[in-house]
């Protein structure tokens, strides 16, 4: 069970978009359709941001959005505020009950 | 509003346990999966592993196996993870987080507010 790749760190300026890549294996990403995306402020718990591919818990803003192409998973969040900049994880079911995580990406608003 | 709370930070030798538990309230408890996630400093987040308590047949992390023991208490809507021979590298922030109903398909959506756990002798 080996970390999903993500990009160490994403910037881009307030009212871009950017987005965040997850590469996995067809055991995970490619294999199920359960990917989830976390926000994490430093010292803070995580917060679900993106389950299931690309479905938003209730209270996410539309400009959190997720998708997934083959064994890679994305997090593209437009019109960037301040407020967004944060360490984001993504995660992927990976058959028998497990999960496995990204390394985690840095997104800093310029 | 289902909320997890975490007990108290704790600081252990090498080579011994820490078990940390994660107290479920406002909100069904047996059959949610609770994961097991943590943190070392400076790192990113890792799966530890799973129970859903209605069942009481946790799911590990191969890394994990044999190390950490999960279980659940339905009587007081609490799950705990222990995880023996400390050593260094297990210092980190251990968090509890809810997943899904009767599936460990699903995202975790409420989280516990983290156990510090510090290994040092």
């Known amino acids: 069970q080996s970390a999903l790749t993500q990009p160490r760190s994403v910037s881009g300026s307030p009212g871009q978009s950017v987005t965040i890549s997850c590469t996995g294996t067809s055991s995970d990403v490619g294999g199920y359709n359960y990917v989830s995306w976390y926000q994490q402020y430093s010292g803070k718990a995580p917060k679900l941001m993106i389950y299931?591919?690309?479905q938003r818990p209730s209270g996410v803003p539309d400009r959190f959005s997720g998708s997934k192409s083959g064994n890679t998973a994305s997090l593209t969040i437009s019109g960037l505020q301040a407020e967004d900049e944060a360490d984001y994880y993504c995660?992927?079911?990976?058959?028998?009950?497990?999960?496995?995580f990204g390394g985690g990406t840095k997104l800093t608003v310029l | 509003q289902v909320q997890l709370v975490q007990s108290g930070a704790e600081v252990k030798k090498p080579g011994s346990s820490v078990k940390v538990s994660c107290k479920a309230s406002?909100?069904?408890?047996?059959?949610?999966?609770i994961n097991w996630v943590r943190q070392a400093p400076g790192q990113g987040l890792e799966w530890m592993g799973g129970i859903i308590p209605i069942f009481n047949k946790p799911k590990f992390a191969q890394k994990f196996q044999g190390r950490v023991t999960i279980t659940a208490d339905q009587s007081t809507s609490t799950a705990y993870m222990e995880l023996s021979s400390l050593r260094s590298e297990d210092t980190a922030v251990y968090y509890c987080?809810?997943?899904?109903?009767?599936?460990?398909?699903?995202?975790?959506?409420?989280w516990g507010q983290g156990t510090t756990v510090t290994v040092s002798s």
């Open positions: 299931d591919v690309s």
């Open positions: 406002g909100g069904t408890f047996s059959s949610y999966v």
């Open positions: 995660c992927s079911y990976a058959g028998s009950h497990t999960h496995v």
């Open positions: 987080a809810r997943g899904g109903d009767l599936s460990y398909f699903y995202g975790m959506d409420v």
